[in-house]
């Protein structure tokens, strides 16, 4: 036979089983919204990294410079050239996200070195001794450096130095009846032309 203090206990077990059991419910559902929200933050921070990751990523896998043709100016008018031609070859460099546009002054001239087209050349104005700008001195027929005195023939051969070579070439093509030319730096005092950069 059951005891007063039995039978409290029984009917107050039952409540106290209800109440445990409604309390797995809600901690269950709490750890699944507290999962949910887990995931769904973890999944918006990483949807927000990645523009970041691709920003600051961005120069790592882009080249540095791109090698256009710039164009100078249409092939025929220099059928017949005589003199050097002072032209602006417009350079573009892409370094990372700046980009920068210059003009670098260059020479048409007759003359049978390589790569020529029909004899016509492009000359880089930059003496190969030092770097210093070489300009033309109509009265002297020929190139002459400012900086340390070294001569250049109307072509770009070496007349004098101290500069080891002559005034280097660029490549040219004739496209749509106008001239291009690439740009390129060159190695000073060499007695060869070599490449260091575009």
């Known amino acids: 036979m059951e005891t007063n203090s039995d039978q409290n206990k029984s009917q107050s077990s039952g409540p106290a089983r209800i109440a445990e059991t409604d309390k797995r419910i809600l901690e ?4 699944f919204f507290l999962w949910l929200i887990a995931v769904g933050t973890a999944a918006m921070g990483a949807l927000l990294a990645v523009p970041l990751v691709r920003y600051v990523l961005f120069p790592v896998f882009t080249t540095t410079t791109s090698r256009t043709w710039s164009g100078l100016s249409t092939f ?8 050097p ?4 070859a417009v350079t573009k460099q ?5 980009e920068s546009i210059s003009k670098k002054p260059v020479y048409i001239v007759k003359g049978k070195r390589k790569p020529s087209i029909n004899n016509t050349e492009v000359l880089t104005a930059v003496c190969p001794h030092l770097g210093c700008d070489v300009p033309w001195v109509a009265s002297e027929n020929k190139f002459h450096c400012p900086c340390h005195g070294s001569e250049f023939a109307a072509d770009g051969s ?11 070439t660029l490549p040219i093509k004739v496209e749509n009846g106008k001239l291009k030319t690439l740009y390129e730096y060159f190695q000073a ?3 060869y032309k070599k490449i260091i950069g575009y």
């Open 76 to 83: 025929s008018d220099y059928a017949s050239i005589t003199t």
């Open 158 to 168: 070496l007349l004098r130095g101290p500069a080891r070579r002559g005034m280097d």
């Open 28 to 31: 269950g559902r709490r750890s």
């Open 94 to 98: 892409v370094d990372g996200w700046r």
């Open 189 to 191: 005092l060499l007695p």
């Open 85 to 88: 031609d002072r032209k602006f």
